[in-house]
């Protein structure tokens, strides 16, 4: 059994990772939580590169335009887009709504379209729960609204809704809904309400098939935000360990202090236990193994446990700057903090892995 990655993986995530760090610097960060609008050029060129590169047709087929790989060799990347705090929804659009279309024959040809005209994507419309995803939109007179969906501004919003009883899996573009923003903690994330008319026409499937693909769109989105966040813990730290390096006290780096170092080290065995269990969520995944529910939640709480100690030795470390605007501390703090809880925090997936456990003894 092979416990790395290959030297292919590795050198694809390598190249990614230089195109971050050119098109996702701190100063566009601080650029855009002051213009909006001002970096949309800016965002453009980087998911460009992005795709130019075939990262966000990963997933796809390729005989749809896509490379055709796996979630191993996407993991990576949505680590690697943690670490600048990558605006754009590299990890919704091509682990988890890109990654699922593929599966489904019936959206074929809108997978390509989407491809081809470099189309970002999110997903919205259910919670995550222990037992069963509680959907969450709601329909008044024909008009479907989904609360709280990050990245409400995509170009595709794949989106849930209960119909008599029934579930069902929506394809809406951007031109067909209305947004109502929603105050957000990271505003590069875009939460927002959705305004949107179901229809045959964006019906993609329904009943036991979206049931299906439904809970296998969760376990996607809460693997690829254990992913981003394991980025998040290596960006904190790194800024910290930076800033206590050069921060002086008492005519010494406050490095130097051995609480300081015990706090960072803390930190950072949290964040190497979490990542081979993202790794592994995403291998069982790839091969489609009977355990995905158990690895997802592992991996997904051990990386929010490890991103809260990060935020918290982090913010501690800086000390009364540490969240201020003028420190890019904040821009992976904040982030962080919101994907922590999102598709469930740490204490549901535990419990949701005592559940699973009690449940094969039985």
Same mark, same amino acid.
């Given at each position: 059994m092979r416990f790395s990655f290959t030297d292919e993986q590795l050198s694809f995530r390598s190249a990614v990772a230089d195109v971050l760090s050119d098109w996702c610097t701190p100063a566009d960060l601080h650029a855009r939580y002051v213009e909006l609008d001002a970096q949309a050029g800016r965002s453009h060129g980087r998911w460009n590169a992005l795709a %130019? &590169? %075939?990262?966000?047709? #990963? #997933? +796809?087929?390729?005989? #749809?335009?896509g490379l055709g790989l796996t979630d191993l060799d996407l993991i990576g990347i949505a680590e690697e887009a943690g670490v600048v705090v990558l605006p754009e929804p590299l990890a919704t659009t091509s682990g988890v709504v890109f990654g699922t279309l593929g599966r489904l024959p019936a959206a074929s040809e809108r997978l390509a379209a989407a491809v081809e005209g470099l189309s970002t994507a999110t997903f919205g419309g259910v919670d995550f729960g222990a037992e069963r995803h509680r959907v969450t939109t709601t329909l008044t007179a024909g008009i479907a609204s989904t609360p709280r969906v990050a990245h409400c501004h995509a170009?595709? !919003? #794949? !989106?849930?809704?209960? +119909?008599?009883? =029934?579930?069902e899996l929506h394809l809406v573009e951007q031109a067909d809904v209305t947004v109502e923003a929603t105050p957000a903690l990271d505003l590069t994330r875009e939460l927002g309400t959705i305004h949107w008319r179901p229809s045959e026409g964006t019906l993609l499937s329904s009943a036991v098939e979206a049931d299906q693909l439904v809970e296998h769109l969760v376990e996607r989105s809460a693997l690829y935000a254990a992913a981003e966040l394991l980025g998040l813990c290596q960006a904190m730290l790194s800024l910290t360990s930076s800033y206590v390096t050069e921060r002086k006290q008492f005519g010494v780096p406050v490095g130097s202090f051995q609480a300081v170092k015990h706090h960072l080290a803390g930190a950072r065995v949290r964040l190497e236990f979490a990542r081979p269990a993202v790794y592994r969520a995403a291998y069982t995944l790839a091969q489609g193994e009977p355990t995905l529910a158990h690895d997802v939640s592992m991996a997904k709480s051990l990386a929010a446990d490890a991103a809260d100690e990060a935020a918290r030795v982090s913010l501690q470390c800086h000390g009364a700057i540490g969240y201020t605007y003028e420190y890019d501390l904040h821009f992976a703090m904040k982030r962080a903090w919101g994907l922590s809880a999102a598709w469930g925090?740490? /204490?549901?997936? /535990? =419990? /949701?892995? &005592?559940?699973l456990v009690v449940e094969a003894r039985s």
């Open positions: %130019g &590169l %075939g990262v966000t047709g #990963l #997933l +796809v087929p390729e005989h #749809l335009g170009d595709l !919003l #794949l !989106l849930v809704i209960v +119909v008599d009883g =029934a579930t925090d740490a /204490r549901s997936h /535990r =419990a /949701r892995i &005592l559940d």
